[in-house]
């Protein structure tokens, strides 16, 4: 790894080829935002707007504090929460006011480009030919499933939407996906950088390599602990195909793993211990299966990675990769890397599917040896070339052959974010009168009053009021079923029994948001409730403070 020579050129297509892919991904958000009503306003997240708010509402009390409480959830809670990435936005935030908004194209860019760079050295790694490189290179970035098969279903057949999801919408895996609204994943996808430490401590038999890649590893699990698994369960998987190739106990590089680990476990040590004796974090810990996303069986993997996975798996099987002889480090290293993820996807935790975060780059890597060495040569005797050298038409050929394979479905989730968002609705945009009435509460609320709301707007009121809601998150909102069955039943307009107002008293809710999603969801008589108090009306938007009984 130490001679990698990436010439001028390729350092210009790399960079090339990234603005490229942060360009087309930023369509989307200039859209939303430049198209948006006057009555609208974008909130600033492409997708999954739960977590994304979950995330700003960390970076919002980061700026004032080093561990932070739950505000997603009503039940008072000690600050005991600490994540990098946030804490580090939330710093910046303070000096350049750059917004949540900004904060997600600050992700995308330093994010999305740093894992565009670390994907090409780690292809440059593996192969001297810069044609290798670059399509592997192209493939990792712009790759994706066999998804559209569902797309093309759900139009044929009329289906209200397509059948298997999860083979279209997951984005860890997938770069491009990553860079259109999960850039938090490949920010978190660094990690591979250490990596670089492990390999050159092997090589030059030095443990100061070591040492930097422990720190490393301890700065990225800080920002995303479970990576540390991928970490550690890579590292394993080359010391096992090192120790059968070569037949002989691997001391070194057994010493290189133990510094790695014992350097790099505190941020994991502290999750554990974080979920193990606080009772809160235990519960939302216990909450993390509803989301109900989980890694798909093998049969949808194999949908969901696609061409890909496919190329690579023929790769090791027919490019005979699993005979460990005359394998070099590096070709075992990416084996390994391949190979323990397909343990890595199925453990049995809630959180199994993070971990084919990353898992593009072996796979891509993979995925072009097969294509070029196997797929060209095939190419070539079919055409009958001279001496059996594909001519450089030819591999361009195939390689816009491949990259036409692996990118419809990025596509089609690129197309989907405009059809998405032309609508103009929730979760993506909230009313003006929405937006003003949580500044309202900003500025003439306290941080631990507790609001209760529509899940809708819930989600958001952490972050962009600073206050505790009663229902925002399906894992972080304690008991989340129960909140949600009592918010449903709260806002259809009944009077209350004892045992509501009870309930409400318990969690000292403070005030009542009534907006066009609450009211659309019952007959809300405010005259029916008479513990309620008018504090802000503006448009279809009132605030209702919560005043107890004696």
């Known amino acids: 790894m130490n001679n990698i020579k990436i010439e001028r050129k390729e350092q210009f297509f790399v960079a090339l080829t990234a603005l490229l892919a942060l360009a087309i991904t930023a369509l989307p958000y200039l859209f939303a935002e430049k198209f948006a009503p006057e009555s609208k306003v974008f909130m600033g997240i492409m997708l999954d ?12 009390d980061f700026q004032e504090q080093l561990l932070v409480e739950n505000k997603l959830t009503p039940e008072v809670n000690a600050p005991v929460f600490f994540n990098l990435l946030w804490w580090s936005l939330g710093q910046l935030n303070s000096l350049f006011q750059f917004g949540y908004s900004g904060a997600i194209q600050i992700l995308r860019i330093f994010g999305g480009l740093g894992f565009m760079a670390v994907s090409y050295y780690c292809a440059s790694a593996y192969f001297t030919d810069p044609y290798k490189r670059k399509l592997s290179f192209l493939v990792i ?24 999801p999860f083979d279209v919408f997951i984005a860890e895996g997938n770069t491009f996906l990553g860079l259109l609204g999960y850039p938090h994943f490949l920010a978190a996808a660094l990690y591979v950088s250490v990596f670089w430490f492990f390999m ?22 800080w920002q995303h602990a479970y990576d540390l698994w991928i970490i550690y369960a890579v590292m394993g998987a080359f010391f096992l195909l090192l120790w059968l190739r070569d037949n002989k106990f691997p001391f070194f590089l057994f010493k290189i793993i133990l510094v790695v680990g014992f350097l790099s476990f505190p941020p994991g040590l502290y999750s554990f211990l974080l979920t193990a004796l606080d009772p809160l974090w235990n519960r939302i810990l216990a909450q993390f299966a509803n989301a109900g996303v989980f890694t ?32 070099s480090d590096l070709q075992l290293f990416v ?84 059809i998405d968002l032309q609508r103009f609705s929730y979760p993506y945009y909230l009313e003006k009168a929405e937006v003003d009435a949580l500044k309202w509460l900003e500025q ?16 958001y009121i952490p972050a962009w009021s600073g206050n505790k809601a009663f229902l925002a998150h399906w894992a972080q909102t304690v008991d989340y079923f129960e909140k949600e069955e009592f918010v449903r039943l709260f806002f259809q307009g009944n009077p209350l029994t004892p045992s509501q107002k009870e309930y409400l008293n318990s969690f000292s809710v403070d005030y009542v948001f009534l907006g066009p999603v609450e009211k659309s969801m019952g007959n809300f008589n405010v005259s029916a409730i008479p513990e309620l108090q008018e504090v802000y009306r503006q448009g279809n938007v009132q605030i209702f403070q919560w005043r107890e009984n004696d």
């Open 296 to 327: 798909p069986s093998p049969p949808h993997l194999l949908i969901l990675m696609g061409i890909p996975l496919i190329l690579a798996l023929l790769q090791v099987l027919v490019g005979r990769m699993y005979d460990l002889k005359g394998k």
């Open 141 to 164: 970035s712009f790759g994706s499933g066999l998804g559209w098969i569902w797309v093309i279903d759900k139009y044929l057949n009329g289906l209200a939407d397509i059948r298997f």
């Open 49 to 60: 707007v739960p977590d994304h708010a979950q995330y700003f509402s960390w970076m919002r």
């Open 200 to 221: 050159q401590a092997w090589k030059q038999k030095k443990l100061r390599f070591a040492v930097w890649g422990g720190l490393l590893g301890q700065f990225w699990g």
């Open 444 to 459: 003439n609320s306290s941080g631990d009053d507790v609001v209760i709301s529509s899940l809708t707007i819930g989600q």
């Open 335 to 418: 084996l390994g890397w391949f190979l323990i993820s397909f343990v890595l996807i199925y453990l049995p935790v809630d959180y199994q599917i993070h971990m084919l975060n990353g898992w593009q780059i072996p796979v891509g890597i993979l995925a072009v040896e097969f294509w070029v060495e196997t797929m060209t040569l095939w190419l070539t005797n079919r055409l009958r070339v001279v001496n059996k050298k594909p001519f450089p038409r030819h591999q361009i050929l195939m390689g816009v052959i491949l990259i036409l394979l692996v990118v419809p479905t990025n596509l089609y989730l690129l197309a989907w974010r405009f």
